[in-house]
């Protein structure tokens, strides 16, 4: 655990330090050009830093160790402080580009010097494509590590951090190419639509993104289960135990970045002795602990199958 969140850390603070400087350089470029699609680009990287910082709280807290009031832990406070990190984003950052964009659409703005601006776009992408390359460089080592592909894991982590981060980087170089885009047809046309059109464009991106994830930690907060593979590899475990008959019901919920509750109904055989079902009971979480080293809570339940719920 303590790896795992020092590697999303380690992700957060070098996108967090790069928003911050990538932000204030906008902005200054943003001022001096005139450009809608500038400013907003400073409340993309404003918002992000906002994003970032929550993300550290949600890395932080979600570390907490368990205590009697929290008896599983602080893993979910990660999940709802990620959703408040995506809720900055949506607010922040797409409410200001779409609105911003709409008034310079509709009202037109004289653009000026855009030299800067073209300046701050393109060091902006080199240092949002080094964080990029830092999450990439986690991510592809968490998929070795679960043996899955990366475009997968990315889909089913549960690690909040880690996938916010990686979001918001993809939407970042794309909103800078957008960003380039809009400034270069306004400047080629002499017309401020283009920028404009661009504000807002990079606007539904964050938009999209934000919806993305605030879904994503809504459910992990609600009770998500377990990816499927990992829980037919659980049942598997269960069923490779001898004195097993057959699970009767398998139940398995994310407790906190990359921590699963395993909750299943046994049915043994009927000549185990009380030991023998005690002993293999500590065999299984044994084996479940080793084979899928997320796992941090078990519960087994001796039930006859007759009893299999409705």
């Not at 009697?68 to 408040?84: D, I, L, S, T, V």
């Not at 310079?104 to 902006?124: D, F, K, M, Q």
């Not at 996938?163 to 047809?185: H, N, Q, R, S, Y």
């Not at 699970?247 to 699963?260: A, H, K, N, S, Y």
């Amino acid at each position: 655990m303590e790896e795992k969140s020092g590697e999303s850390l380690g992700t957060v603070l070098v996108a967090g330090a790069a928003n911050l400087t990538i932000a204030l350089a906008k902005l200054i470029a943003g001022l001096i050009g005139g450009s809608a699609a500038m400013l907003s680009e400073a409340a993309h990287s404003a918002a992000d830093t906002v994003t970032e910082l929550l993300l550290l709280v949600s890395v932080r807290r979600s570390d907490k160790p368990a205590d009697r009031r929290h008896p599983f832990g602080y893993g979910k406070a990660g999940f709802f402080w990620a959703m408040m990190a995506a809720v900055a984003t949506l607010v922040g950052g797409a409410g200001f580009s779409i609105t911003h964009g709409l008034h310079e659409i509709s009202h037109g703005e004289e653009l000026s010097n855009l030299t800067p601006s073209y300046i701050v776009l393109a060091v902006s992408f080199v240092i949002e494509s080094v964080s990029l390359t830092k999450a990439l460089s986690q991510l592809r080592g968490e998929a070795a590590r679960h043996r899955v592909g990366p475009l997968r894991l990315v889909r089913l982590t549960s690690d909040t951090a880690l996938k916010a981060v990686l979001f918001e980087d993809v939407a970042a170089l794309i909103g800078l190419l957008i960003a380039g885009a809009g400034l270069l047809g306004s400047q080629l046309s002499g017309s401020a639509l283009w920028d404009g059109a661009a504000s807002v464009a990079i606007g539904l991106l964050l938009l999209v993104v934000a919806l993305i994830l605030i879904q994503s930690n809504m459910s992990l907060l609600i009770g998500q289960a377990a990816p499927l593979q990992i829980e037919s590899g659980i049942r598997a475990e269960l069923m490779a135990q001898p004195e097993v008959v057959a699970v009767v019901e398998l139940l398995t919920m994310m407790i906190g970045p990359g921590d699963i509750l395993v909750a299943a109904k046994i049915d043994f055989r009927d000549e185990a002795s009380a030991a023998g079902v005690e002993r293999a009971c500590e065999e299984v979480d044994r084996r479940l602990r080793d084979r899928f080293p997320g796992v941090k809570q078990v519960f087994l339940d001796p039930t006859p199958t007759s009893r299999r719920p409705s």
